[in-house]
Antibody, heavy 122, light 108 residues
């Protein structure tokens, strides 16, 4: 059974970089069937797709966040990570990592971490 | 970019009711449409993928339909555990996997 777990600082200062890691167990980040992604939910708002990365490490990002976001894979640790630079209070959110599975040609987030609250505040 | 609009934004219903949520895309997305259930403090749960395929383990009272730009999620007979927020998501455009704004299902 695939399991994902987010980790990282829960408090980040404005203008600094938010860094989160997702540790994958029960499967490999480099498996040909696995793509990965990050989703966030600001307080009182809906889900927002941040970006995704293929098993070979090719990323693609939300246009609204593209200039500040980096997603990468660490094969040695079976993890993938999220960096968001120059954060503001608007980046305060519950951050989820998830696996992008495939149902035929359709991709979907079928396994999720439990989520991690990150607060941006001085 | 593709925008997803869900309606209604909230819905009140009773246990045993049949409810339907709608999701509309600003351009055709074929059947690249997924539905998720989200409860406070929990991870979102995939219910339906490819517009109408029930995810393994999801009760058969959930069903999805649609293609192109208009999609629906139906719960045939509400159970107490179904009260949550429901999101649609398009994965047609690899450049942006957009979610709808959500429909909150509340107990009447």
């Amino acid at each position: 059974q695939l399991q994902l777990q987010e980790s990282g600082p829960g408090l980040v200062k404005p203008s600094e970089t938010l860094s989160l890691t997702c540790t994958v167990s029960g499967g490999s980040v480099t498996s040909s069937t696995n793509y990965w992604g990050w989703v966030r939910q600001p307080p009182g708002k809906g889900l927002e797709w941040i970006g995704s990365i293929s098993n070979s490490g090719s990323p693609y990002y939300s246009p609204s966040l593209k200039s500040r976001v980096t997603i990468s894979i660490d094969t040695s640790k079976n993890q993938f990570s999220l960096n968001v630079t120059s954060v503001t209070a608007a980046d305060t959110a519950l951050y989820y990592c998830a696996r992008l599975g495939a149902g035929g040609f359709v991709m979907m987030f079928d396994y999720w971490g439990q989520g991690m609250l990150v607060i941006v505040s001085s | 970019d593709i925008q997803m609009t869900q309606s209604p934004s909230s819905l009140s219903a009773s246990v045993g009711d049949r409810v339907t949520f709608t999701c509309r895309a600003t351009q055709t997305i074929s059947n690249y449409l997924n539905w998720y259930q989200h409860k406070p403090g929990k991870a979102p749960k995939l219910l339906i993928y490819a517009a109408s395929t029930l995810q393994s383990g999801v009760p058969s009272r959930f069903s999805g339909s649609g293609s192109g730009t208009d999609f629906t999620l139906t719960i045939s007979s509400l159970e107490p555990e179904d009260f949550a927020t429901y999101y649609c998501q398009q994965t047609y455009s690899a450049l942006e996997y957009t979610f709808g704004q959500g429909t909150k299902l509340e107990i009447k």
